[in-house]
């Protein structure tokens, strides 16, 4: 379960400065006369057109999933044009996807200053609250940027993950349920649904509900689950043993307990994973998973 990052808008302009300064030597018929330069100073709508479309090349980047190379684009565009918040938007995106945190926060705050309407400049600065473990300081931020965006799943799923870190289970499974009321198909926020279930202690409708996500996405992380939750009904569940195996195969870093919670799984599912993970039948599954697995997924 990770946290989701919201595409910026998209910029229409494309680039209209084909040179910002360029010399040009103009000599004189007459040998006595030293050389005259000139220097060509662009207009404030060239330098705008500029600024724009080193944006836009910088946004294609993170579209490329290249982040360093757009915050070195973006923080020059944000130079050549620094009244546009669309342009401190990429930067800050760039910024938050090279984990460059501080420089990220610094960039949203500034982009807020321009253009406080932008409910994306508050769900972003919540994504950032969220990376740095303060739910706290994440859900007023949400809370905001809902008030001017309430249809947008994405920060519900935020607001039931921050929720999660704050134990308020029952408000967390609300969050959730209103991601997934806006979008159907978002399997990751029925998948959290189901983990908050099993921590209720509602066993049976959270495998209810880890079986509609599968139904969605064959992920190993609801497999998993879902295997777990099965061997706690009945141990030694053949079904379970299939998805674990599967599961593990896929995604060995889930058999770390580190893992499993920075995904924020309970510790009941952590402990009914473990129980499941010690069946004979799984001793080469688990073997094979803990040699395959980065320790550094669990930091």
Known sequence: M???????QPFNTAWTAAALISTIGLWSAKPAKALIPYVYTPSTQELKGAGIGIGRTAAQLLRLEQPKEAAKLA?????????????????????LRSDQLDAAAGSLARAKSLNPTNPGLWFAEASLALRDNRPDDAIPLLDRGLSLDPKNATAYFDLGNAR???SDQKRAL??????????PSFWEALNNQSLVLFEMGNTKEAIRRWRSVL????????MLALAAALNKINAGDQESLDLAQKALAES?????????K?????????????????????????????????????N
């Open 252 to 260: 060995p870093n889930y058999v770390l307990p580190g893992h499993q």
């Open 75 to 95: 923080s020059l565009a944000v130079r050549l044009q620094p009244n546009d918040e669309r342009l401190w938007s990429v930067l800050a995106e760039s910024q």
């Open 215 to 222: 139904a969605i996405n064959r992920n190993p992380e609801p």
């Open 262 to 298: 920075k995904q924020l799984w309970g510790l009941k599912l952590r402990n009914a994973t473990a129980e499941l993970l010690k069946n004979p039948k799984l001793q080469n599954s688990v073997e094979r998973a803990e040699a395959n697995a980065d320790p550094t997924s669990a």
């Open 174 to 183: 609300q969050a959730f349920e209103r991601a997934t009321s806006i979008k």
């Open 164 to 166: 999660v870190m704050q």
């Open 2 to 8: 990770g946290f989701h990052r919201r595409s910026n």
